[in-house]
């Protein structure tokens, strides 16, 4: 499986901004797929992530009511929609899956995730 994340860039803060996950391989869809982020000096962290059979999601409270996290099975992508950006988002983020799917008190562990992509970076400006 091949993750690659794209659609960052640098917005001011209150804006929108739409990440986008594809994926090639083996199809994710059918599995948990999750958003996490890096911002400098900073360890990563959980931001949100869908399960598949329910399509259920989970937010990292920073996030939660701002970010909403979609998939489109039949094109193997998953989305990160992000509003009212704020300069404290600015990280890189990754999208991150696994060949199952996650329970949901796992679906913020990162070890839990086996495939990620290399990331992309979001910068919010002030």
């Known amino acids: 499986v091949q993750l690659q994340a794209s659609g960052g860039g640098l917005v001011q803060a209150g804006d929108s901004l739409r990440l986008s996950c594809a994926a090639s391989?083996?199809?994710?869809?059918?599995?948990?797929t999750g958003w996490f982020r890096q911002a400098p000096g900073r360890e990563r962290e959980f931001v949100g992530a869908i399960r598949a059979i329910s399509t259920s999601t989970q937010y990292a409270g920073s996030v939660k009511g701002r970010f909403f996290i979609s998939r489109d099975n039949a094109r193997n992508m998953v989305y990160l929609q992000m509003n009212t950006l704020n300069p404290e988002d600015t990280a890189i983020y990754y999208c991150?899956?696994?060949?199952?799917?996650?329970?949901?008190?796992?679906?913020?562990?990162?070890?839990?995730?086996?495939?990620w992509g290399p990331g992309t970076l979001v910068t919010v400006s002030s």
């Open positions: 391989g083996r199809a994710p869809s059918s599995y948990t």
């Open positions: 991150a899956t696994t060949l199952r799917n996650l329970v949901y008190s796992a679906m913020s562990s990162e070890d839990q995730y086996s495939y």
